[in-house]
């Protein structure tokens, strides 16, 4: 599932470790216990496009907020996304399978 990339993380969270990383103000290690992970998943995270679960995004998102001012706005952006995936994961999320009724249909 993982592929090496040389342009960095694909996902808002990976990109925004990647920053908070390079801001040099925070280390793998300092980080890796935040998230409640090893130092090597946040290797990867950074690294290679291995998904961070949903948990971590949360705990990630809510660090940044408290302790990195300049990235305060990309941490609620990754806060919401990851609220957002947790409840439709969860199926408090309603999915429908088409357009709403009373929207018109297109007759060509």
Same mark, same amino acid.
Request: net charge negative.
């Given at each position: 599932m993982s592929r090496e990339s040389g342009r960095g993380p694909k996902s808002r969270s990976g990109r925004l470790l990647k920053l908070v990383l %390079?801001?040099?103000?925070?280390? /793998?290690? /300092? *980080? /890796? +216990? &935040? *998230?409640?992970?090893? &130092?090597? %998943?946040? +290797?990867?995270?950074v690294t290679t496009n291995v998904a961070m679960p949903l948990k971590q995004q949360l705990c990630l998102a809510l660090f940044v907020i408290e302790h990195v001012p300049a990235l305060v706005r990309d941490g609620h952006a990754l806060k919401s996304q990851a609220a957002a995936a947790a409840e439709f994961e969860g199926g408090s999320t309603t999915v429908h399978s088409g357009p709403p009724e009373k929207w018109p249909s297109k007759t060509f």
């Open positions: %390079d801001g040099g103000k925070f280390s /793998a290690s /300092a *980080l /890796a +216990q &935040e *998230l409640c992970v090893q &130092e090597s %998943d946040i +290797q990867s995270y």
